[in-house]
Each structure stands twice: as structure tokens, then as C-alpha cells.
């Protein structure tokens, strides 16, 4: 193979920008005695509980995103674990694509800690573009805080540009050329390239592939078997530069779960949490303007296995109607009395509003009932403006009257929660 995959120059298109430990670096910032120290940022203050972030500092002894608490101690003597503000880092986000887009145009933000940018056609020269990268960093340690670092990677296309940020971490300028495909990417492992998880690399070894040097010789039918369809096809021409459409995916389910602290694990306690889980997942719903038809309850018990169970019913978005689906559900649990450890639920067969085609054979009883759904309408139209404006503190259903300080806002890799409409 030669020094490029094609003979076709590829300019570069696309700008990455992501945040280094960002969760921990925020922590970091706010507070003076964090800085230079290790730092575990948990979601509850529980020894069982793990690491959502690390610092650099922390990342140096092993620790890292799942690590559990106990053991984090261990492997890193004098650590400090912080339990995690998702508001400030939510506002810090906000800020950071502020200082970006004083930059360049922000063309999308992809998670809490993660943004692209298209480069336009004048501004594609390499070296224009390492000014670009330049400037973002001292804009965001200008703007934002110098504790609070960026790597910045650009390449032919976002997969690239992606894969480029995280070759110089932390605090990291790259560039991906086309010239340089593919023998730029060799020193990386598998596992360093987006889409490549445990599974996959397993997959990939078994069809002979062990580096990322054989990833880029193998044979687009090679990488189409071993993805099982095109997604092995779009990796192919990502990998030698190539500009493709993304693919368009539809939402297949909107769902939250809550690691308890040891003083809610009590059955008593759980139940107004899950309710508040369900509530925020209703919200979500409504906000996409999507039907779920499933409803799907997961318990892990403290010292038991994990159990989970689903009831499905005609497609709804009312928050009381899905609460009582899991009311059903809660009833139906092994061993009521055991405690419990983590709650979750998932709504899933969704459907858009307006794609939704009602029963043909509607039975008297659901006749009567669409009355009471357009109450149902308007009582949730009503508690989502009331509750946006105001914060959901304002109002919500009595059964979540004991979670009001329990369950906090939760941040998701490819959901980036509103300040006003997630205030607690």
C-alpha cells in the first residue's frame, strides 16, 4: 500500500473539539483545592457507587469512567471524590461553544463535552487551520478558565477530525492530512477508533484483524461481514478520507435510571424516585412529540440479581396513564421487601404523533376513556410549561413527593439537558 489510500487529494473539511476530563476539570475549576489533585467526580457519595470522570492526575493511577469508588481509593491513595453538579457542568458547556463559535461556526454539538465545526473552503489550508485549533484553546482558557483544557483535531472528514483530537491528549493540537493516510493512524489500537468497542474488536479479531494497520488493508467486504452491513462499508471510506452522508436513525427509546445512595435503597424510599425517573422520561416524550407503547421497569437489588419487566399498552404520551403501568409493575416484583440498589425505566415502541393511526376496533371502555385523555392532555401541557418556567420544584404528581431532593439531573453522552427546564 502506498502513502495514500486514493489518488484523490482530499481537503480538510471538518474541525473536532473536545473537552479533556471535562466533568473533572470543571470540579477542578471551581474549586482551588482540586487543582493538581487527583479527582473522582461520582454521581451519588456511596463507596459502591463509581467514577463517571477522572482527572488527568487520577487517570495516571489506573482510575478511570466506571471505576468504583472503593476500589478508586485504593488505586489511588488521597484521591478526592466529589459528587457531580451536572448544572455547572451544563453551564460550562455553554460557555465553552460560546468561545468555540467566537472562533468558528459551531455546526453541531454531539455531547456535554464533544463539538464539530465544518471548515469553509477558504479555510482549509493546514495551517490556517492549526491557527484556528490555536485560537480556540486560548479563547476557551481566556473566556472560560485556563483549568479547563481542549484538544482539538481536524481531518477530510468528522471521523478523522474525531479520531485526531484524542492523538495528542490532553491539551492536544492535530491534524489528519490526507498525504499522511493511512500509516498516520497505525500507532493507534483498535479501541481508539470511534465504533470499535469490545465487541467489535473481539468480531474484528476473530475475521484476523488485530491493528489498526490491517483494519485499513482489510477489504471493504471484509469490514462489511464483520459489521454485518453498511456500517463496515461506511468505516472503509472514512478510513481513507472519504466525505459520506450520516445516517439517519431514528429514536428508539427515551429512558433514565439512578444509582441510590445507601439512605434511599429501602423500598419505601426507591418508589418516589422511580416515579420521578418516569416523570422526567414523560417529558422527554412529549418534548419529541413521540407515542411510547412500552413500558419497561429495571431493579438492581443489593446483593441479588437484577430483574426487569415490561407491560405494553395502546401508545400514549399521558404521564398518569404510564404511571400506572408502572405502578403494575412495581407490584409485580420479586421480594418487595428486599432493598434496592438501582432503579430504571424505558419507554420503547415509539411512534410519532403524527404517524400514529388509533384502533379501528376501539372497545366502549377505550371510547370512554379518550375523554379523560384530553384531560390528560391538558394537565401535562399544562405541568411541562409550568414546570419549564418555573423549575420542577413548582409542581408535580404526590407520588414523587418524597424524591423531591433525590434522583438529581443526570447528563447522557448524546443528551445535553436545559439549565431552566432541568432546575431541581
Known amino acids: 500500500m502506498g502513502a495514500s489510500l486514493t489518488a484523490v487529494p482530499k481537503p480538510l473539511t471538518a474541525l473536532f473539539v473536545d473537552c479533556d476530563s ?23 457519595m456511596a463507596e459502591s457507587s463509581c467514577c463517571i470522570a477522572a482527572s488527568y492526575e487520577a487517570k495516571a493511577f489506573g482510575v478511570k469512567t466506571g471505576t468504583r469508588i472503593s476500589d478508586a481509593r485504593v488505586m489511588c491513595p488521597g484521591i478526592a471524590i466529589v459528587e457531580s453538579k451536572p ?15 467566537d472562533c468558528i461556526h459551531v455546526e453541531a454539538v454531539l455531547s456535554i463535552d464533544e463539538m464539530w465545526a465544518w471548515l469553509p473552503y477558504n479555510l482549509r489550508e493546514p495551517a490556517t487551520v492549526e491557527g484556528i485549533g490555536r485560537r480556540i484553546k486560548e479563547t476557551v482558557a481566556r473566556d472560560v478558565s485556563p483549568f479547563i483544557k481542549v484538544s482539538v483535531g481536524a481531518g477530510p472528514n468528522r471521523f478523522l ?61 471484509v469490514l462489511h461481514r464483520v459489521w454485518g452491513g453498511v456500517l463496515g462499508d461506511r468505516l472503509w471510506h472514512l478510513l481513507r478520507g472519504e466525505e459520506i452522508p450520516d445516517l439517519v436513525s431514528a429514536r428508539k427509546t427515551i429512558g433514565h ?9 429501602h423500598p419505601d424510599k426507591a418508589w418516589p424516585i422511580l416515579c420521578k425517573l418516569l416523570h422526567k422520561a414523560c417529558e ?25 419487566a415490561e407491560v405494553r399498552a ?18 409485580s416484583r420479586p421480594e418487595p421487601s428486599r432493598p434496592i440498589l438501582q432503579v430504571g425505566v424505558v419507554l420503547s ?8 393511526t388509533p384502533s379501528l376496533f376501539e372497545t366502549v371502555a377505550e371510547t370512554m376513556a379518550s375523554f ?27 407520588g414523587i413527593q418524597e424524591s423531591r431532593e433525590s434522583a438529581p439531573m443526570r447528563i447522557s453522552f448524546n443528551h445535553v439537558p436545559n439549565v431552566e427546564v432541568e432546575r431541581d
Open 22 to 44: 471535562y466533568f473533572a476539570s470543571v470540579e477542578q475549576h471551581l474549586d482551588p483545592a482540586l487543582r493538581g489533585r487527583p479527582v473522582g467526580v461520582a454521581p451519588v
Open 87 to 101: 448544572p455547572e457542568y451544563i453551564r460550562y458547556h455553554h460557555r465553552i461553544i460560546e468561545a468555540v463559535e
Open 161 to 221: 477530525a474525531k479520531t485526531a483530537s484524542k492523538m495528542k491528549k490532553p491539551d492536544g493540537l492535530f491534524v489528519i492530512e490526507e498525504k499522511d493516510l493511512p500509516q498516520i493512524i497505525h500507532p493507534l489500537k483498535l479501541r481508539d477508533l470511534n465504533g470499535i468497542a469490545r465487541s467489535m474488536e473481539t468480531r474484528l479479531h476473530a475475521a484476523g484483524v488485530h491493528t489498526v494497520a490491517e483494519l485499513c488493508a482489510a477489504s471493504k467486504p
Open 257 to 265: 435510571s439512578h444509582v441510590l445512595p445507601p439512605d434511599s435503597r
Open 284 to 308: 422527554r416524550l412529549r418534548s419529541h412529540e413521540l407515542l411510547a407503547g412500552s413500558l419497561t421497569m429495571n431493579l438492581v437489588f443489593l446483593r441479588s440479581d437484577p430483574w426487569a
Open 314 to 331: 395502546g401508545e400514549t404520551d399521558s404521564t398518569l396513564a404510564i404511571m400506572r403501568m408502572l405502578d403494575r409493575l412495581w407490584r
Open 349 to 356: 415502541r415509539l411512534c410519532e404523533k403524527t404517524n400514529h
Open 372 to 398: 379523560d385523555n384530553e384531560k390528560q392532555k391538558r394537565l401535562d401541557e399544562t405541568i411541562d410549561k409550568l414546570r419549564a418556567r418555573y423549575g420542577r420544584k413548582v409542581v408535580y404528581f404526590g
